[in-house]
T-cell receptor
């Protein structure tokens, strides 16, 4: 059973507000990821981290930023929310399996609505 | 680069019907292959995986075989249940330091009673 948590689960906020989506894992995984999921359910990698003080942008450009000060914590911040940021945000972490493959464990997601 | 192609959806089946969801991939080397499932309102869960050619992953009645000759990893279940209604994602992981997963677009399965 994977232990990865996201808060809040649902957030409705007005345009221009600053928000932080929290993601924490208790498995000690070095690698963590943020995905944005569009209404058609397709997943887009927006940020990832390979360890403390390491962050990289993903395949989809995003106005959000991330930080990785502690292994277990990988928050995502939007400085000024806009309606175009309305989406489902999924956090994940991974470690190499015995075969060398990287299986990712996902949190329950945060559904963000910007009005 | 790596890519995963899933069949177009959505798919609607009656309970106890046979399920096949097609997945093909393009990758260099020998990737690991995964099927993830996302139930309504939840995150993704790993359903099954296979890490080398001819491996068969199985879980909860679902099966998929890693076919290198056809670069495929089709998901099958002999008798679906209403509780199988979810979105299914095929994914691959290249075997190197880069641990990122490449996902297919996902397919929504609805099972009618």
């Amino acid at each position: 059973e994977a232990d990865i948590y996201q808060t809040p689960r649902y957030l409705v906020i007005g345009t221009g507000k600053k928000i932080t989506l929290e993601c924490s894992q208790t498995m000690g995984h070095d690698k963590m990821y943020w995905y944005q999921q569009d209404p058609g359910m397709e997943l887009h990698l927006i940020h990832y981290s390979y360890g403390v003080n390491s962050t990289e942008k993903g395949d989809l450009s995003s106005e959000s930023t991330v930080s990785r000060i502690r292994t277990e914590h990988f928050p995502l911040t939007l400085e000024s929310a806009r309606p175009s940021h309305t989406s489902q945000y999924l956090c994940a972490s991974s470690e190499p399996g015995t075969s060398g493959s990287y299986e990712q464990y996902f949190g329950p997601g945060t559904r963000l609505t910007v009005t | 680069g790596n890519s995963v192609t899933q069949m177009e959806g959505p798919v609607t089946l009656s309970e106890e019907a046979f399920l096949t969801i097609n997945c093909t991939y393009t990758a260099t080397g020998y990737p690991s292959l995964f099927w993830y499932v996302q139930y309504p309102g939840e995150g993704l869960q790993l359903l099954l995986k296979a890490t080398k050619a001819d491996d068969k992953g199985s879980n909860k009645g679902f099966e998929a075989t890693y076919r290198k000759e056809t670069t495929s990893f089709h998901l099958e279940k002999g008798s679906v249940q209403v509780s199988d209604s979810a979105v299914y994602f095929c994914a691959l992981s290249a075997r190197r330091a880069n641990s990122k997963l490449t996902f297919g677009k996902g397919i929504t399965l609805s099972v009618r009673p």
